[in-house]
């Protein structure tokens, strides 16, 4: 079955700064990459998605990466403010087979920005 | 009601104990997922239903049940709880499939003693 890495698992940088998360993931058929933020207490919510048409997309500051050939995938957030901090999840799919098409989360990654 | 919704918000249960998890959604999804999120492993999924009267299991199925008689709600039971299920349970639902943004319930946090 599918297996998602996610590093770092704890990230600190001052605002302003860019921050980037990584994922590997193992399904070569795998086709959807969703990024779900998880504020302190609250629930995961979507933040930007990518499928495997394309190789990059943006929403103002955040943006994700693909690379099929590598199989990982990137989130990027410029510009960091103090509300960025959260924990971060990268997940993958590939969006058939019953159960195989299961979305797998990564481990998350705590994002603290300091003032 | 807007959205997805949980019940309880939180509990103490003791072990041995029968419980069930209420899950609610007014989005008219086809599909609906529960996932139990344990410190240091992320979002696991226990079980998941493309569409009415239909169930599967996911990553961590032992112990768990659910059933899916309409549209809009998705139970979950623990038969006979034990410590190891201590979490905080969310209930996610998505128009249809997995490709799609799945949107969550506030959490269920639950303390099997």
């Known amino acids: 079955g599918e297996n998602v890495e996610q590093h770092p698992s704890t990230l600190s940088v001052q605002e302003g700064d860019s921050a980037v998360i990584k994922c590997t993931y193992s399904d070569s058929a795998s086709n959807y990459f969703p990024w779900y933020k998880q504020e302190l207490g609250k629930r995961p919510q979507l933040i930007i998605d990518i499928r495997s048409n394309v190789g990059e997309k943006k929403d103002q500051r955040i943006a994700v990466t693909l690379n099929k050939t590598a199989k990982h995938f990137s989130l990027h957030i410029t510009e960091t403010q103090p509300e960025d901090s959260a924990v971060y999840f990268c997940a993958a799919s590939r969006g058939y087979g019953g159960s195989q098409g299961n979305l797998i989360f990564g481990k998350g990654t705590k994002l603290s920005v300091k003032p | 009601i807007a959205g997805i919704t949980q019940a309880p918000t939180s509990q103490i249960l003791a072990a041995g104990r029968r419980m069930t998890l209420r899950c609610t959604q007014d989005m008219r999804h086809n599909a609906m997922y529960w996932y139990r999120q344990d410190l240091g492993l992320g979002l696991r999924l226990i079980h998941y239903?493309?569409?009415?009267?239909?169930?599967g299991k996911g990553e961590v199925p032992d112990g768990y049940s659910v059933s899916r008689a309409n549209t809009d709600d998705f139970p979950l039971t623990l038969a006979s709880a034990v410590p190891s299920q201590t979490s905080v349970y969310f209930c996610a639902s998505s128009e249809q499939g997995w490709n799609n943004e799945q949107f969550f319930g506030p959490g269920t946090r639950l303390t099997v003693l």
């Open positions: 239903s493309n569409t009415a009267g239909t169930t």
